[in-house]
RNA sequence: GGAUGUUUAGCUCAGUGGGAGAGCGCUUCCUUCACACGGAAGAGGUCAUAGGUUCAAUCCCUAUAACAUCCACCA
């Protein structure tokens, strides 16, 4: 028997592992029609956060539902490399064990982030598993396996045989705590303070000077021209002539360049071509060397004189302080600027040349914008995204791809070593001891972007690649668009011509309670495993999954954890009682001939519930489909039906009674596979505590929508009911009569009325002595369109008036508004057809009332 | 500079071209044999503002404001 109250940790307990081992979660039933996804593989560099449950939790909601209702269901776990933060990670490890990178190895090293990508995937899994995730672990993999290199050096080959892959000596984004290369997403630009620096260029062999500003005084000695506007009358006098650079004392041309805004600044700028993105471009048209001033770790180089070994940030102090001390500082002005910074290491990147790998972007957005304005485009859920997402494309810069880490896939790029020749290879040439391979890794995200059909065996034609790619569906919150969901899309259509997935459905992000973005330095993150403990995984996915709407963001909320644990408490309650009241042989086979009219209602509002779940379930709107069954839950089932079903169950008909049960236990089936997919696991509990019951809930099917259990005409009798036992109810608050006190109630009514209606009448109001008369009487009441319940009690005649004559208005103003719309001639032409039945009904209902309230007036008085 | 989103009850948020909903909080009452992790009744909203379209607008359109996010630029 179940307990008083549901306990998460004992429903949790050994399930999942229950379900694994069973292989529920192994998808491959060739009869059945296939749906799949694949997780977004999380980074091996540690704990699972809220926003991992969130994104999960949906992904698991939509395989379960998929699964029961007949799918072949095939999610596809795995993990990513994630070069740079895992790498960082592991020199974080040992540097704390006294042991330093590079003393260690390149293969040493590598070896050390697998023992710890090992023992994270460990913590992955049983994150996944307390989450209660349907994850198909026999064919899980991870974007450094094997066969996934494979996959990658053959795209590698491919795009740079067909020229999308390019070397280049470029401006790159430079991390000089990590050391390597970033592409542009991984730059995070913010607005900090700075100071705009205004120095005295002394003109040469004159006494005059021009003023420069910068912000970044550090790279002066990489200067290599100042820079002015042809247009720009103030300076056009300068242009061929020399100006002394106040860091080195160095002869610094000045050009004119129509790239230079007269507006900005005091419109003369400095061009450090190595250091500066557009610098660079200037320095190539006019053919000016680019000597880099910065070492790779972030100090100043010889270039810097005296300053040589310092940070770049320390030396722009102290050249600073230099300057002005030769008196060629003019001013310092405060600045807000927008500065990049290392997505990872979260240090200021340095605008570097170097030489890198490049993905040429053009050519693959091109196709991917093409695809996504016909008619077979990838459907984003919500829709505008599909419209950032084409943005995007249209603005798109080459990416560079490669990463002066150890951890990653190694470029198969090979040098020769006598010629120098590059030679790109899928394998290692044979004669291997003739080349160098390239020294670096590939972005993470260049496996990633494989991952939908890399994970199935691409580019073998595998079996699990033919039957389950492309997916159906991919889960994801719109900050990993542009990181992972715009490359799988690209990668997809030119490797395989095919789109990765139908559909993208988009979620926000989590914020704490306060609204604010959760994050380490404010210490404002929630651990999922915290609320599990509190709340059980249960209303935790309850709560995530019926929170928020898709695409946008969401605020943590305790509260309402704990609610979504009422609602679940709820649930098992109703089938406590339930089960309390049926045997273990009971069946759901209730037989029609016997059903009243409340049977038919709740059946009737069960299926459009079923109805209403499903159609939401389809468009993958989860908080809309929960709504259709909490208010089913609360309002019709067990608020009424089951309450309704303590008075039937003492009914002396025996076939009634049996009946009544089987309608009970059908809708409680019904309810539990409902609420399954966002909450398995009490779910599963409450399934195998009902009588004849399969081996697991996840081997069930769906429950379907049935029209022949639709029965309308229950609704108008039972809201009726529903109406009167709520004005007898209000009427003793209002008279301060107990809860509990019987009052004598008589019926007249017009109505063809059921015994059940007195019934029940009598068992909803604790009123004993309910029975019919004929004609009206001078007794306080409660009036209804047909209907008239007369009060037997000792109530103020005068204030029965009072309430008669304030219902009199009520009734005169509906039928004003009432019929100042039906009067209105463009109404009756333009309106629908059903608008005008349901306004033509309501003032027909209304004047009944008015009619009978006025009666009750002359009667009383 | 460009784009997008949000604005609905005290708080957090759903939602719809045809008389506004939930959770929590609040008020009153009830420990009635599924559940006090409960039940019953209730208070509380010019649906940001101004125009427009429509028989009808909280919903569609156009502006405006506040807040938020993304992209680009910044010598």
């Not at 209660?132 to 590698?156: C, I, P, Q, W």
């Not at 039928?815 to 009067?823: A, H, M, Q, V």
Request: neutral net charge.
């Amino acid at each position: 028997m179940l307990d008083k109250h549901y306990n998460p940790k004992l429903v949790e307990k050994d399930k999942y592992e229950n379900w694994k081992s069973k292989g529920y979660f192994t998808a491959g039933d060739i009869s059945k029609q296939k749906f799949s996804m694949v997780i977004p593989p999380p980074n091996v560099t540690g704990k699972l956060h809220i926003g991992h449950a969130f994104d999960t939790t949906i992904q698991d909601i939509i395989a379960r539902y998929k699964k029961a209702k007949g799918f072949d269901v095939l999610w596809l776990p795995g993990t990513d490399h994630a070069g740079i933060a895992t790498e960082a990670k592991v020199v974080e490890r040992l540097k704390n064990l006294g042991i330093s990178r590079n003393e260690l190895g390149r293969e040493k090293f590598v070896e050390k982030v697998w023992e710890w990508k090992n023992e994270y995937v460990t913590t992955i899994h049983n994150q996944w598993a307390k989450m209660g995730l349907m994850l198909d672990y026999s064919k899980e993999r991870f974007t450094l396996d094997e066969d996934l290199n494979r996959a990658v050096n053959h795209v590698f080959k491919k795009m740079y045989d067909d020229g999308l892959i390019y070397q280049g000596e470029r401006i790159i984004n430079w991390d000089p705590v990590q050391q390597t290369a970033l592409s542009n997403v991984e730059v995070i630009h913010k607005n900090i303070k700075g100071e705009f620096y205004y120095f005295k260029y002394k003109l040469y062999d004159s006494d005059e000077y021009l003023t420069v500003a910068t912000t970044r005084p550090e790279t002066m000695f990489g200067d290599v021209c100042l820079t002015v506007n042809p247009k720009d009358e103030r300076y056009q006098k300068y242009v061929g002539k020399y100006a002394i650079n106040p860091a080195n004392g160095e002869k610094l041309i000045i050009i004119a360049d129509n790239y230079v805004d007269i507006e900005f600044g005091t419109g003369v700028m400095k061009c450090t071509p190595a250091h500066d993105p557009n610098d660079f471009i200037i320095g190539e048209k006019y053919h000016l060397p680019h000597p880099i001033c910065i070492n790779k770790d972030g100090t100043m180089n010889s270039l810097a004189g005296e300053f040589n070994g310092l940070d770049r940030f320390e030396c722009r102090k102290k050249l600073v302080e230099k300057i002005k001390n030769e008196g060629n500082l003019i001013k310092i002005e405060k600045i807000t600027h927008s500065v990049g910074h290392s997505e990872r290491s979260g240090c200021i990147v340095e605008p570097y040349l170097s030489k890198q790998w490049f993905v040429k972007m053009k050519q693959l957005a091109e196709r991917s914008i093409a695809y996504q304005k016909s008619d077979d485009k990838i459907q984003f859920i919500p829709q505008r995204f599909n419209k950032v997402f084409i943005q995007w494309m249209e603005n798109i810069d080459d990416w560079c791809i490669s990463r002066q880490l150890w951890w990653g896939h190694r470029i198969p790029a090979y040098y020769n070593k006598k010629t120098g020749e590059v030679l790109v290879s899928e394998v290692p040439p044979k004669d291997i001891e003739n080349y160098k391979q390239d020294e670096d890794v590939l972005d993470t995200w260049f496996s990633s972007a494989l991952w939908p059909f890399s994970g199935f065996g691409w580019p073998k034609e595998t079996d699990l690649l033919k039957r389950y790619f492309p997916t159906d569906i991919l889960v994801t919150a719109y900050d990993i668009i542009f990181f992972w969901v715009s490359r799988m899309i690209n990668q997809s259509l030119y490797l395989t011509n095919n789109k990765p997935f139908n559909k993208v459905l988009i979620h926000g992000l989590i914020r704490d309670n306060k609204g604010r973005k959760m994050s380490k330095t404010l210490g404002n993150g929630v651990d999922p495993i915290d609320v599990i403990d509190k709340y059980g995984v249960d209303a935790l996915r309850y709560f995530l999954a019926t929170s928020s709407t898709p695409g946008l963001d969401m605020r943590y909320s305790e509260e309402k954890v704990s609610s979504s644990q009422n609602f679940l408490n709820k649930i098992w309650n109703a089938s406590r009682y339930i089960l309390l009241n049926i045997d273990s042989t009971s069946d759901s086979s209730f037989e029609k001939k016997y059903l009243d009219i409340f049977d038919r209602y709740i059946l009737t509002k069960f299926n459009l519930t079923i109805k209403n779940v499903t159609n939401n379930m389809e468009k993958y709107n989860l908080g809309a489909a929960s709504k259709y069954l909490y208010n089913f839950v609360y309002d019709d089932f067990c608020s009424f039906y089951i309450e309704l079903c303590k008075n039937k169950l003492n009914s002396d008909n025996i076939n009634i009674k049996n009946n009544t049960k089987k309608i009970l236990l059908h809708i409680l089936q019904g309810v539990i596979m409902m609420i399954y997919p966002y909450s398995p696991f009490i779910s599963e509990e409450l399934y195998l505590s009902l009588p004849k019951h399969k081996e697991s809930i996840m081997l069930e099917s769906y429950p379907i929508y049935n029209s022949k259990e639709v029965f309308k005409d229950s609704i108008k009798e039972v809201e009726l009911l529903k109406n009167v036992i709520k004005d007898i109810r209000l009427y003793k608050v209002n008279n301060k009569l107990a809860p509990n006190y019987s009052l004598k109630l008589k019926i007249k009514t017009s109505l063809n009325l059921s015994d059940e209606f007195i019934n029940n009448l009598k068992y909803f109001s604790y009123s004993n002595d309910v029975s019919f008369v004929n004609e009206s009487l001078k007794l306080n009441s409660l009036i209804y369109p047909d209907l008239e319940i007369f009060i037997e009690d000792n109530i103020d005649k005068s204030e029965v008036l009072n309430k008669l004559n304030a219902d009199l208005e009520k009734e005169k103003f509906e039928i004003d508004r009432c019929e100042k719309l039906l009067n209105n001639p463009n109404f009756m032409k333009k309106a629908p057809k059903e608008k005008i039945k349901l306004e033509q009904d309501k003032l027909e209902n209304h004047k009944i009332l008015l009619q009978q309230i006025l009666e009750k007036i002359k009667n009383l008085g």
